[in-house]
């Protein structure tokens, strides 16, 4: 069983940074493909990014693309998301999702963090 642990949200201006971090247990983390997902009031929860387990390909939404950066660092079991030039679009709370193969949908995720508010304002 994998369990996953978000770090790193908050409050920041419009055109600032976060980085999110999740810390993974329980299972073989260099196995696992790492995605974020995130889930405004009253929507769904979207694709934000993913990487594969092998670390060589990530994806992003179109929304995202050039702002934000996934990467993982696997002697610490923790992928990480790099969010500069935030809007105030990005404001929603930000999962960290595990499983074997990188999806874009929620339900093909086996392991789920809490989740981490993220709040811009503008």
């Known amino acids: 069983q994998v369990q996953l642990a978000e770090s790193g949200g908050g409050l920041v201006q419009a055109g600032g940074s976060l980085r999110l971090s999740c810390v993974a247990s329980?299972?073989?983390?260099?196995?696992?493909?790492m995605a974020w997902f995130r889930q405004a009031p009253g929507k769904g929860r979207d694709f934000v990014a993913a990487?594969?387990?092998?670390?060589?390909?990530?994806y992003y939404a179109d929304s995202v693309k050039g702002r934000f950066t996934i990467s993982r660092d696997n002697a610490k079991n923790t992928v990480f998301l790099q969010m500069n030039s935030l809007e105030p679009e990005d404001t929603a709370v930000y999962f960290c999702a595990a499983g074997p193969m990188v999806r874009y949908v929620d339900y093909e995720y086996d392991y789920w963090g809490q989740g981490t508010q993220v709040t811009i304002s503008s």
């Open positions: 329980g299972g073989t983390f260099s196995r696992l493909s």
């Open positions: 990487d594969s387990w092998s670390g060589s390909d990530t």
